[in-house]
C-alpha cells in the first residue's frame, strides 16, 4: 500500500519508476548521480526527458535497493542510478528516507517511508 504527498515536475532526463531524484538548478527532476546529491523524493512512474513526472515527496512508496544489504528500519540515501543503500554518514551525504523492509537482493524493491532531506554533519 502507498501512501504519499506527491508533486509533478519536468523531467530533465530519462527517469525510471521508483529512481530517487532530485532538483537541478533549473528546477526539472533528475535521477541522482552521487549521495551528495539533495534528494527531493522517489519517481512513481518512468518518464522520458521532458515530459512530467509524478514524485513521492514525503509517505510511505517503493524504491530499488542497491544490493542485499539494505534492512528494515535503516535510514538510507539516494547513490548512483537513483537506486538507494544504507546511509554511510560520509561528508556531504543525505538520508532522506527509511527501510520498512529487508532487500532480499540486489536491484529489490523494497517499500520505504520518505521523511525529506537530512544532511550528515561528518566531516572529511
Do not use: C, H
Amino acid at each position: 500500500m502507498n501512501q504519499y504527498y506527491s508533486v509533478s515536475k519536468t523531467a530533465g532526463g530519462a527517469i525510471t519508476k521508483f529512481a530517487v531524484v532530485y532538483l537541478a538548478a533549473d528546477g526539472d527532476a533528475e535521477v541522482t548521480t552521487a549521495k551528495t546529491d539533495t534528494p527531493f523524493g522517489i519517481a512513481l512512474e518512468a518518464a522520458a526527458s521532458g515530459e512530467k513526472v509524478n514524485i513521492a515527496i514525503a509517505g510511505r512508496t517503493y524504491a530499488v535497493a542497491t544490493d542485499a544489504a539494505v534492512a528494515a528500519g535503516e535510514p538510507l540515501m539516494g547513490i548512483a542510478s537513483g537506486e538507494v543503500d544504507t546511509f554511510d554518514e560520509a561528508a556531504g551525504a543525505y538520508s532522506f528516507a527509511v527501510a520498512l523492509e529487508d532487500s532480499p537482493a540486489t536491484d529489490d524493491i523494497v517499500q520505504v517511508y520518505i521523511y525529506g532531506p537530512q544532511q550528515s554533519t561528518a566531516t572529511a
